[in-house]
């Protein structure tokens, strides 16, 4: 029932956003939209011909010239308050799944059975999950080209699909045979492999994600190293413009 609430409660909080960038978004895009955008065409160039790296630019600098990325970007509120959720969300989710990889370390919560841990928090985290990823994907639509090109978010990325394989070997695997060391205080070295390297990807995974904002190798920012511009796809084959 709790679920479903908090469910519908997203499902307010997406429409009101919608609304809100319906609202609020400017006819033009001012002096920051049009560096967005200068920048976007400059990248879209360099990456042409390029395979599929130009062809990811070509759709994301589509995808940014799109009348819901451009109002979502300008809109007063509405990626202001996307933004404080994903936040938000993001320590549900970090919060919990530190828990239960410190129970398979056994270093906290040695007396509780492995299983009802992950029955008490399971459900809360795969929420916090959904709602974060929802969320993220809204504050990429928000700025695709600049968030593509950053090379803390390709890190992120990567983190992510790490995180995800771990979590499928750990729960096609040795969980399958939970049974057998449920209530131990110490789970077999196979779980607590998992457990440990879950703490290090979402750890790196939030650093790389705070640090998207933080990015000191954008494409705009030339000269760059040459290992900068070929792990963000950008190619600097045009003077800044003063």
Known sequence: MQLRLL??????????CCQATARTAAPAWGNAGRQISLHSAVSLQSGAGQGIGGTLLAFFNRLGDSSWSVGLHESR????????????????FFGLAVMFDLRLL???MRSVPVSEVA???????????VVMVITG??????????????????????????AGLNVWIFHSGVYRRVTTWD??????????????????????????????????????????RPIINFLT?????????H
């Open 7 to 16: 469910a519908s409660l997203c499902c307010l909080f997406l429409a009101l």
């Open 77 to 92: 509120y509405a990626y202001d308050l996307i933004e404080s959720v994903h936040v938000w969300t993001l320590c549900l």
């Open 137 to 162: 994907t809204l504050l990429f639509t928000a700025i695709p080209v600049r968030t593509y090109q950053n090379i803390f978010f390709r890190t992120k990325m990567v983190m992510l699909l790490l």
């Open 119 to 129: 029955r008490r928090l399971l459900p809360w985290t795969v929420l916090g999950f």
């Open 106 to 108: 056994g270093w906290t």
């Open 233 to 241: 796809s950008c190619v600097a084959n045009q003077p800044e413009e």
């Open 183 to 224: 209530v131990a205080s110490a789970p077999p070295r196979a779980a607590r492999v998992a457990g440990a390297l879950s703490l290090v990807l979402w750890v790196c995974i939030v650093l790389s994600g705070r640090m998207i904002a933080y990015n000191w190798f954008d494409c705009d920012h030339q000269p760059q």
